[in-house]
């Protein structure tokens, strides 16, 4: 066991856990924060995507040790000015950019790291930088046009 | 302003937004256990001996458990009689991935660990994946009592040879629908807590009554002790209908160790075990004269259901032969069918469940006909469509009577949307050009049956009905919940039921709430399926809604002292027409409907609920036309979608972005289907050699294209909403479009039919079948 | 999906990552980013009892120049190298092959050191370092090693590196020449089913054999005046595709030679590119 710490959503956070515990593990039942989904056990599906430092990761394949000492976002951290949610939330909300759900965070955290790396993407550049997020409800294109609306409404945060 | 047929954003999406929703696994009772199983390495063996030994040892193991430890529980319910599914493979394993042994632990990762230690010994048997081989006169039996492995047989009453022969042409074809795993993000999970008060059991299902009315069966405990609660759940599409082992296993392992227990599944365990989708084999042949018109069409439908029959896998054949002969009027239609069992993941409903097979094999065998007599396939279909003054329209089957539908409109708005002549042209400039890919352009018209439906109609599933429920109860301050049998897994139904009772009571729809998946708090409800939400949880409500109205217009007449005709309601609250300023809230008409000395004296308090099993008629049939445009690499075979439009017909759009969602939705899984994805076995061994998210080709969004929508209306004449569901049209539609398109452009190396999925190097091979190891 | 249990050190010096690689033995692995290790590890493929995590030893990250080389950390993460001025100067085919690994959230945390100590032919860094001729430094007890590509590389998951020893820098010469990198997959996450780079007179192959490889024969082509086309033909030359899920042995051997071809076009026009900018100048 191995004492540790990461700063989750600006919150210090400190558990003992196994060497081998993943990082999603780690955030989901050290944390207790339960957004941040696993999806898949290849790496593949990015349903667990969270900023580390500030970059889009997949948390499954992180291990928590490796995360000590550092930052992490989650979807629990986003926030913005339209009625508390950030654009990118507010924009999958406009343009119907979920359905279950159930890929949303991992999706939310790699949009909102493409928007803050490229305020304004083409809807290539969008497409391609969810490449690693796997959707199996929306056909993806009203994921595309929901980073779009925030792209266009980003000012007012 | 009427929300129905309007763009309203979803009731559903601040929790999911937010991280707040609730799925399965993010319920953690305290002492909460954790279930992992074992499950077997081979396709079909004898399981000679289980070693828990050092699994027991293991640190936090509370317990491993194995069908021994089952075996006054009987088989998982509805499957076919004597040919039952065991909750744990007994004896026998008949497909790598089945569930053997169950390990709890008091963490997950070491029930992982002790899974590892569980050490099986087994007799190998030979193995058969597919239906040819399950068929073969030597093949190894999966049921040696029951003789053979086609374990269900429909034949055909007249094979309809002495009418093709009448007509001036035959043609046929032998069609693979392949098998595809379903991939819901979230993979299968339950937590059952059975404490003195009784069994609570989350899972991510579509039927939670119908999974807690099963369950306290097999339990043998009243179902009043038994309550299952759908929270959040991640994606289903037909998969979780299933009764999956875990939902029985799950709750007896929360009962032998007294505390909660969790099951999680891995995503290279849900395509090992959770049911897959499509397998059927299709020899299709039809009679037609030289305009193209057809006169008979004969279909044998061969469906692998794997080693199991599953209720609803059994029962895809079915409607798959029901929907044989598509939108066309076809004098002679014969169908027959059998299932197979094979050592392969059992075969249940996946989007479309049965539908998509039928459309994919008439819609492929429309496009031959117009190749064989040089008719454009948009003229072939215009040439044998059902005309819409022809329904409601009586197929060859008498459970299936189309109800409306404008087959020539939908496809003549499909061919403006695309501009298929300026493709046509491009497609022809393109041909001579070396540097430029191929173009080939696919068009499938459809209908399809949902809106399950009438009476008897999920019975024939093992379900207990079919119709579905709703309970509109109107609290002290005007608002109101809404209880809805129905139990949505992203369809946004919170938010279209909020619609259709808003504009019905004028309660505003930031005031209503709904509930489903809960089977404490619920009225007895069917689920979420066969594309039914709209037309029958939608019209419960709407007809409900009117009849609360009726009462609460009495009680706002009595407090007015107006006439009850006179009244107006919208924006909660109720107006006298022609008298402006005489007005009541639903606010006061809530309160003071709990209070009988305020009340009118036929009404007694409590009297604004409302309840209604509402029943349906018929089935619904959404039917569209789908367009699709591809580029092929010439070099590589790599197959692009670069125009993909789709005109749908589901009669009333309750909430027009919530309907192209599902549209979208449906398509990209029927592209995935006819560009990507398969689920393969090793002939050999029988190993599934697809099992997880790399050999599985699910898309990403770099993968597939945008979407153009257009929409054709004719009402459903069978239910008040008038609407027809949408949900399972853009799966059913969309990969015959793909397909016809590619073989469009691959008709210039006299290619008529390629299976799906079509990889590249298929494509490739197609264009170049002489070019086993030679150059140039 | 749960690794087999392990012990975890954190090394914060390459020689302290030593000491526990010798004490620990064939019961340890090295831990950078992660993103090939952990998968495996989560599929329990692999089973070290230890992992040395070099991951926060930042000296051996980063990306520099040194006279007529490109020096770059084995650490450096995939997402550096892709982005870095300096390397989109010295090496554009490294810094194009690096956007192409795995998806943005592999490329934040995978690192080049970790990518092509994996010894996966169908890795893309590797092609690109063949044909960059990278050179390959390494320590271990016995002192610094400098190994080309071509050593480096020696079979299939196998790379020359002892269980004792740490990969700690890449060094690319510099060259200004046309470059290409050609990458065929069937769903745009995947890994190659066959990757060609191309820089100046130098070709390889990645997925044609057990290691990525020179294409000798499209080379010697080109140099005795072939054009791309007729050179193109001899991708496959001396090659060993193996067939699997992915893509038969005879389709990989035809994509060799579709992506020979795009990549000398590429290249080439790349040169033509550049000396009509340099013609504007």
């Known amino acids: ?157 | ?776 | 999906m749960i690794p087999a249990p392990f012990r975890h050190i954190r090394a914060r010096s390459i020689s302290e990552a030593l000491d526990a690689l010798v004490s620990h033995g064939e019961n340890a692995k090295l831990l950078a980013g992660g993103h090939s290790l952990i998968p495996l590890m989560k599929l329990r493929l692999a089973t070290p009892s230890v992992l040395v995590d070099i991951g926060d030893i930042t000296e051996q990250s980063g990306v520099r120049r040194e006279g007529d080389s490109l020096v770059i950390g084995a650490l450096t993460r995939h997402v550096v190298v892709e982005r870095s001025p300096i390397v989109l100067g010295c090496a554009p085919l490294l810094a194009h092959t690096a956007s192409l690994v795995g998806d943005p959230q592999v490329r934040n945390r995978g690192t080049i050191g970790g990518s092509v100590a994996h010894g996966d032919s169908a890795s893309d860094l590797p092609v690109s370092l063949l044909a960059l001729d990278a050179e390959f430094i390494s320590v271990s007890p016995r002192g610094l090693r400098k190994l080309s590509a071509a050593e480096f590389f020696v079979g299939f998951w196998q790379t020359a590196l002892a269980p004792d020893e740490i990969l700690t820098e890449i060094r690319v010469p510099i060259r200004e020449v046309g470059w290409s990198y050609q990458k065929f997959t069937t769903r745009s996450q995947d890994w190659a089913t066959v990757s060609v780079a191309v820089a100046g007179q130098q070709v390889t192959l990645g997925a044609m054999a057990e290691i990525p490889l020179r294409a000798k024969a499209v080379e010697s082509s080109l140099l005795a005046g072939a054009s791309h086309r007729d050179a193109a033909q001899h991708a496959d030359t001396e090659t060993n595709p193996s067939s699997d899920l992915r893509a038969s042995a005879d389709y990989r051997r035809h994509l060799s030679r579709v992506l020979t071809l795009a990549a000398l076009d590429e290249a080439a026009s790349r040169v033509s590119d550049a000396a009509a900018h340099s013609g504007k100048n």
């Not at chain 2, 691959?746 to 299976?755: A, N, T, Y």
């Open chain 1, 1 to 157: 066991m191995t004492r540790v710490r990461i700063t989750v959503n600006g919150a210090q956070e400190a558990h003992d856990v196994e060497d081998r515990t993943l990082l999603v593990h780690y955030l989901r039942e050290s944390a207790r924060l339960t957004g941040t989904h696993v999806g898949c056990d290849t790496s593949n599906c990015g349903a667990c995507t969270v900023l580390l430092d500030d970059s889009a990761v997949k948390s499954c394949t992180v291990l928590a040790v490796q995360a000590d000492g550092h930052y992490v976002t989650t979807v629990e951290g986003l926030s913005g000015p339209f009625n508390g949610l950030s654009a990118v939330q507010e924009g999958f909300r406009q343009e119907h950019g979920l359905q279950c759900g159930y890929c949303t965070p991992g999706m939310l955290m790699a949009c909102t790291a493409l928007l803050n790396e490229n305020a304004n993407p083409s809807e290539h550049e969008i497409r391609h930088a969810l490449e690693g997020n796997i959707c199996r409800c929306t056909g993806y294109e009203m994921i595309v046009r929901s980073v779009q609306w925030a792209a266009e409404n980003q000012e007012a945060q």
């Open chain 2, 1 to 776: 302003m009427s929300l129905v047929g309007a763009k309203v954003l979803r009731k559903e999406d601040p929790r999911l937004l937010t991280g707040r929703a609730t799925f399965v696994d993010d319920v953690n009772p305290t002492s909460c256990a954790f279930a992992q199983f074992v499950v077997s390495e081979h396709a079909h063996a004898n399981i000679l001996a289980i070693d828990v030994s050092e699994a027991l040892r293991m640190p936090g193991v509370l317990g491993v458990w194995t069908a021994q430890d089952l075996r006054d529980f009987p088989d998982l319910p509805g499957g076919l009689p004597d040919l039952e599914r065991p909750p744990l493979a007994t004896g026998r394993v008949r497909w790598a991935g089945e569930p053997l042994a169950v390990v709890v632990a008091t963490d997950r990762y070491q029930a992982a660990d002790a899974v590892a230690a569980v050490r099986v010994e087994y007799e190998v048997l030979r193995a058969v994946t597919s239906v040819e081989e399950a068929l073969a006169p030597d093949a190894e039996l999966l049921f040696p009592q029951h003789g053979s492995n086609a374990l269900l047989t429909v034949p055909m009453l007249d094979d309809l040879d002495r009418t093709m022969d009448s007509c001036d042409q035959r043609a046929k074809l032998h069609l693979v629908n392949q098998r595809c795993a379903v991939v819901p993000i979230e993979p299968m999970s339950c937590l059952a807590d059975w404490s003195v008060d009784g069994l609570t059991l989350w899972a991510t299902h579509q039927a939670p009554h119908h999974l807690r009315n099963k369950l306290a069966t097999w339990l043998n405990i009243p179902q009043t002790h038994c309550r299952v609660i759908a929270p959040s759940v991640g994606g289903g599409f037909g998969a979780k209908i299933v009764f999956a082992p875990e939902f029985f296993i799950v709750p007896l392992l929360s009962k032998w160790t007294r505390r909660p227990v969790k099951f999680v599944q891995s995503r290279t365990e849900a395509m090992l075990q959770m049911t897959h989708g499509r397998d059927q084999v299709h020899d299709i042949e039809v009679g037609f004269e030289k305009s193209g018109k057809i006169r008979a069409l004969r279909m044998v439908v061969s469906q692998n259901i794997g080693a199991y029959g599953d209720p609803t896998g059994l029962g895809l054949p079915v409607l798959t032969t029901w929907m044989a002969a598509g939108c066309y009027k076809i004098p002679k239609v014969q169908t027959a069918f059998r299932c197979v069992a094979t050592n392969t993941t059992p075969v249940a409903a996946y989007r479309g469940a049965g539908r998509p097979e039928a459309t994919y094999a008439v819609e492929r065998i429309v496009d031959l006909v117009a190749r064989r007599t040089g008719v454009d396939p948009v003229e072939v279909r215009q040439r044998n469509f059902i005309q819409p003054n022809e329904f409601p329209y009586e197929t060859h089957n008498e459970a299936v009577i189309y109800d409306s539908g404008n087959f020539p409109e939908a496809l003549n708005e499909c061919v403006r949307l695309l501009d298929y002549s300026k493709w046509r042209q491009r497609q022809a400039a393109n041909r001579n050009d070396p540097t430029k890919p191929l173009i080939g352009i696919g068009f499938s018209t459809w209908i399809e049956i949902a809106g399950f439906g009438p009476n008897g109609s999920l019975e024939g599933f093992g379900h207990l009905a079919s119709w579905e429920s709703t309970q509109i109860r109107v609290h002290p301050d005007g608002s109101a919940t809404i209880f809805i049998g129905a139990s949505p897994h992203g369809q946004g139904t919170e938010t279209v039921v909020s619609q259709i009772a808003s504009d019905e009571l004028g309660i505003s729809f930031e005031r209503i709430n709904v509930v489903h998946g809960d089977t404490a708090t619920v009225l007895q409800g069917i689920g979420t399926m066969g594309s039914r939400a709209v037309p029958m949880v939608g019209s419960a409500t709407k007809v409900a809604s009117q009849r609360l109205l009726v009462r609460a217009k009495k009680i706002a007449a009595h407090l007015l002292e107006a006439a009850e005709e006179d009244l107006e309601v919208a924006n909660d609250a109720f107006s006298v027409r022609g008298t402006p300023g005489k007005k009541v809230g639903w606010s006061d008409v809530a309160f003071a409907s709990f209070q009988p000395l305020r009340l009118p004296p036929e009404l007694q308090a409590g009297t604004l609920e409302e309840r209604l099993f509402h029943e349906s008629p018929n089935f619904s049939y959404p039917s569209g036309a789908y367009g699709c445009v591809v580029e092929i690499d010439r070099n590589t075979g790599k197959t692009k979608v670069v125009q993909m439009v789709l005109v749908d017909d589901c009669g009333t759009v309750i909430n027009p972005l919530l309907a192209e969602g599902q549209v979208h939705g449906g398509v990209a899984q029927g592209i995935a289907q006819a560009l990507y994805e398969e689920m393969r076995y090793d002939p050999a061994s029988g190993q599934p050699i697809t099992s997880n998210l790399v050999d599985y080709l699910v898309p990403s969004a770099p993968d597939l294209p945008n979407y153009i929508a257009g929409r054709v209306t004719t009402l459903c004449p069978n239910n008040p909403l008038g609407a027809k569901g949408i949900g399972e049209s853009g799966a059913i539609g969309s990969p015959p479009a793909v397909v016809n398109a590619v073989c469009d452009a691959l008709s210039d190396f006299g290619v008529e039919h390629l299976d799906m999925p079509l990889l590249p190097e298929k494509v490739w091979r197609a264009m170049n079948p002489v070019s086993e190891g030679a150059r140039q």
